[in-house]
């Protein structure tokens, strides 16, 4: 919940004043961030290659006003199928959130993002910090694991899974290269990485005081140079 918060937030800023958009959510999960951008009035396309994962979104979705539902459409599948699934300059935001760091290679599917982005769309992806992958271990007492990580860009992450981390430098030159330059990029838990979501405070007072903290940090250095993630939006 920490993680949806402060990224839609994010996301907020960098869409204030548009509506109408043609956004694709790659990895759309539960639903969470392709919901709240059909209640801002765009039209959302959302794909997951997760069965569980695209019946939640479904369930939410029938949940929605008529008028919700019909600004949103689900389909199953991955990212790497952008590319023959939607023709060049489909989409005016290109969503792919906690995605990137399962794929050994992420350059294909960047370069199939890349592609189906309009001019003057915005690509927004939220990846696993590798400059502040020694700050969980740290902030733990796990001080081999600590030692280990400074020079990493393998981690396991908190379902146990094995997975990757990207430098934001890295993918700068790689956007570039691909013609989407990163106009902006967050930092999305500073505070929290080894706070499960679900220990957030229940105090609404408390909870909008954790939020809008990390928000701060989020939008300025240092902190948010050793944020667990990277919300990086580049655009063409």
Same mark, same amino acid.
């Given at each position: =919940?920490?993680?949806?918060?402060?990224?839609?937030?994010? !996301?907020?800023?960098?869409?204030?004043?548009?509506?109408?958009?043609?956004?694709?959510?790659?990895?759309? $999960?539960? /639903?969470?961030?392709?919901?709240?951008?059909?209640?801002? $009035?765009?039209?959302?396309?959302?794909?997951?290659?997760?069965?569980?994962?695209?019946?939640?979104?479904?369930?939410?979705?029938?949940?929605? *006003?008529?008028?919700?539902?019909?600004?949103?459409?689900?389909?199953?599948?991955?990212?790497?199928?952008?590319?023959?699934?939607?023709? *060049?300059?489909?989409?005016?935001?290109?969503?792919?959130? $906690?995605?990137? =760091?399962?794929?050994?290679?992420?350059?294909? =599917?960047?370069?199939?993002?890349?592609?189906?982005?309009?001019?003057?769309?915005?690509?927004?992806?939220?990846?696993?910090?590798?400059?502040?992958?020694?700050?969980?271990?740290? @902030?733990? #007492?796990?001080?081999?694991?600590?030692?280990?990580?400074?020079?990493?860009?393998?981690?396991?992450?908190?379902? /146990?899974? +094995?997975?990757?981390?990207?430098?934001?430098?890295?993918?700068?030159?790689?956007? $570039?290269?691909?013609?989407? *330059?990163?106009?902006?990029?967050?930092?999305?838990?500073?505070?929290?990485?080894?706070?499960?979501?679900?220990?957030? +405070?229940?105090?609404?007072?408390? !909870?909008?005081?954790? @939020?809008?903290?990390?928000?701060?940090? /989020?939008?300025?250095? *240092?902190?948010?140079?050793?944020?667990?993630?990277?919300?990086?939006?580049? #655009?063409?």
């Amino acid at each position: =919940m920490v993680r949806q918060e402060l990224v839609a937030r994010q !996301l907020a800023e960098q869409l204030a004043g548009l509506t109408g958009l043609r956004v694709l959510d790659v990895g759309c $999960g539960q /639903g969470t961030q392709a919901l709240r951008l059909a209640r801002a $009035g765009h039209l959302v396309t959302g794909i997951d290659a997760d069965p569980a994962m695209l019946t939640a979104a479904q369930t939410a979705l029938a949940a929605e *006003p008529e008028p919700v539902r019909r600004r949103v459409q689900l389909l199953t599948g991955d990212g790497h199928q952008c590319g023959r699934w939607f023709g *060049p300059r489909s989409f005016d935001v290109v969503l792919c959130h $906690g995605v990137l =760091m399962y794929l050994a290679d992420p350059d294909p =599917m960047l370069a199939s993002m890349a592609r189906i982005l309009a001019p003057g769309g915005l690509l927004s992806l939220l990846v696993r910090n590798a400059d502040a992958l020694a700050m969980r271990a740290g @902030l733990t #007492g796990d001080w081999r694991a600590c030692a280990e990580a400074f020079d990493a860009t393998r981690y396991t992450d908190r379902l /146990g899974l +094995p997975a990757r981390a990207d430098r934001l430098a890295d993918l700068t030159t790689t956007l $570039g290269e691909l013609s989407v *330059p990163v106009r902006h990029w967050y930092g999305v838990r500073v505070f929290t990485d080894t706070t499960p979501d679900e220990a957030a +405070p229940v105090d609404g007072r408390r !909870l909008a005081q954790l @939020l809008d903290a990390e928000e701060r940090a /989020g939008r300025q250095d *240092p902190y948010r140079a050793v944020a667990a993630l990277l919300h990086v939006v580049a #655009g063409k």
